[in-house]
């Protein structure tokens, strides 16, 4: 069980039975911590398998944006973007904190609309391309 919650971490980041996860710089133990996954889903390893969903794990400012810049013209315009940065209790060297991730993707068209605990080190920011821009 990931997080405080008790919400086991595949229902909190929305994963859905028979989906698509693309999981960018993922931890070693990241399918562990989505456990139990509902029937069928799958992990990518490309955008152009059409995920419906992506999970970033960063922690540099410079590679979020260009993620982030990649990812907005590349996926469909309802699939759910969850930034992952390190938490500052983690002790992990970031140049990341939430409003980071605002600050970069807002201007892009995103939108943040749930944060979640992923585990110890990592926190999560739900981004969805605004409706006007889909």
Do not use: C
């Not at 919400?7 to 999981?23: F, M, N, W, Y």
């Not at 409003?99 to 990592?122: C, F, H, L, N, S």
């Amino acid at each position: 069980m990931a997080g405080y919650s008790g919400t086991p971490l595949a229902r909190k980041l929305g994963i859905k039975e028979g989906g698509k996860v693309l999981a960018i710089n993922p931890p070693r133990d990241y399918k562990k911590l989505l456990a139990p996954l509902p029937d069928g889903v799958r992990f990518v390893k490309t955008v152009s398998e059409t995920p419906d969903l992506v999970h970033l794990f960063t922690a540099r400012r410079a590679e979020l944006q260009r993620t982030l810049t990649h990812l907005r013209s590349r996926i469909k315009p309802d699939v759910a973007v969850w930034v992952s940065w390190p938490k500052r209790a983690a002790k992990v060297p970031t140049d990341i904190i939430e409003d980071t991730i605002r600050a970069v993707a807002i201007p892009m068209g995103y939108v943040d609309i749930k944060v979640a605990a992923v585990d110890e080190t990592w926190s999560a920011l739900k981004l969805v391309i605004q409706k006007a821009l889909r």
